[in-house]
T-cell receptor
Framework: GAGVSQSPSNKVTEKGKDVELRCDPI?????LYWYRQSLGQGLEFLIY????????KSGLPSDRFSAERTGGSVSTLTIQRTQQEDSAVYLC????????????FGEGSRLTVL | DAKTTQPTSMDCAEGRAANLPCNHS???????VYWYRQIHSQGPQYIIH???NNETNEMASLIITEDRKSSTLILPHATLRDTAVYYC??????????????FGSGTQLTVLP
């Protein structure tokens, strides 16, 4: 597709279960970002991938969170042993690269942990 | 990245220009000013960015003061669909590295009929 695609759009899970969220960036975009947004809050940076460089994981809130990007394209954000405070919208964005330019955001994956 | 300060909320009449201010008094020479908006339940949308000069595109104009310590986003003819949270972001860019956009609280713009 033309835009950033995220799946699932909605995910309800039980506390303690693992979840995987997927992001398909725009073709050719070398930079990929994950953010999360809790209800009524601003966007919180999680992780950033740029080409073959080591990812910037400085925003991951705990070791239960991890992300990978395979082949420089699709990315998966994994949350292990989910907690209720993990409930949020997880947003993925991609951009052409490092230099000035816009980030294109997906519509997000809404995660609800019961 | 430099911190930004925006009003929490603003109203604007439909058809009028919406002028959204942003203070970034600690901005450095390598930092760009970006504006994004987020319509309810959607992902953020890029609007415009600039370094020193004023910029205009099909969505908006960005006016940056000469000392770069503040800027104004102008929506020339606001419509109801422009109701959103508007984020002013300062981002460091260099050829060798980039940092993620750091979103603050933004300004809730409400366009009134």
């Amino acid at each position: 597709g033309a835009g950033v695609s995220q799946s699932p759009s909605n995910k309800v899970t039980e506390k303690g279960k693992d979840v995987e969220l997927r992001c398909d960036p725009i073709s050719g975009h070398t930079a990929l970002y994950w953010y999360r947004q809790s209800l009524g809050q601003g966007l919180e940076f999680l992780i950033y991938f740029q080409g073959n460089s080591a990812p910037d994981k400085s925003g991951l809130p705990s070791d239960r969170f991890s992300a990978e990007r395979t082949g420089g394209s699709v990315s998966t954000l994994t949350i292990q042993r989910t907690q209720q405070e993990d409930s949020a919208v997880y947003l993925c964005a991609s951009s052409l690269g490092v230099m000035p330019g816009e980030l294109f955001f997906g519509e997000g994956s809404r995660l609800t942990v019961l | 990245d430099a911190k930004t300060t925006q009003p929490t909320s603003m109203d604007c009449a439909e058809g009028r220009a919406a002028n959204l201010p942003c203070n970034h008094s600690t901005i450095s020479g390598n930092e760009y000013v970006y504006w994004y908006r987020q319509i309810h339940s959607q992902g953020p949308q890029y609007i415009i960015h600039g370094l020193k000069n004023n910029e205009t595109n099909e969505m908006a104009s960005l006016i940056i003061t000469e000392d770069r310590k503040s800027s104004t986003l102008i929506l020339p003819h606001a419509t109801l669909r422009d109701t959103a949270v508007y984020y002013c972001i300062v981002r460091f860019i260099s050829s060798g590295s980039a940092r993620q956009l750091t979103f603050g609280s933004g300004t809730q713009l409400t366009v009134l009929p």
